[in-house]
């Protein structure tokens, strides 16, 4: 069974900073693609950013130049580095990836639990 293990949210004031964890476990070779989505209740799932397998990275226009992602290979993990938090950051925020398993190398799409990243003014 595999399955991604979110990290890293809770409260923090505007401006502040946080880093989320997404920790991909079991029997896999690699992430092929992980993403990182935000959902207020109320409203569509939004993607926030995203980086592949071999480092390419995109972002969401409201956190260009605040959020960076990035991932590390040989802990199958995946970071999303929160800076000048604002409280419409506020969100839960899913993990996402594109795991590669053995042993054909097929791809198996997952989705972490959601951590709370709640930003007050």
């Known amino acids: 069974q595999v399955q991604l293990v979110e990290s890293g949210g809770g409260l923090v004031q505007a401006g502040g900073s946080l880093r989320l964890s997404c920790a991909a476990s079991?029997?896999?070779?690699?992430?092929?693609?992980g993403d990182w989505y935000r959902q207020v209740p109320g409203k569509q799932r939004e993607l926030v950013a995203t980086?592949?397998?071999?480092?390419?990275?995109n972002y969401a226009d409201s956190v260009k130049g605040r959020f960076t992602i990035s991932s590390d290979n040989a802990k199958n993990t995946v970071y999303l580095q929160m800076n000048s938090l604002k409280p419409e950051d506020t969100a839960v925020y899913y993990c996402?990836?594109?795991?590669?398993?053995?042993?054909?190398?097929?791809?198996?799409?997952?989705w972490g639990q959601g951590t709370l990243v709640t930003v007050s003014s």
């Open positions: 079991g029997n896999i070779f690699n992430i092929n693609v």
């Open positions: 996402h990836a594109n795991l590669v398993v053995p042993p054909t190398h097929r791809y198996v799409e997952v």
């Open positions: 980086i592949t397998s071999d480092g390419n990275t």
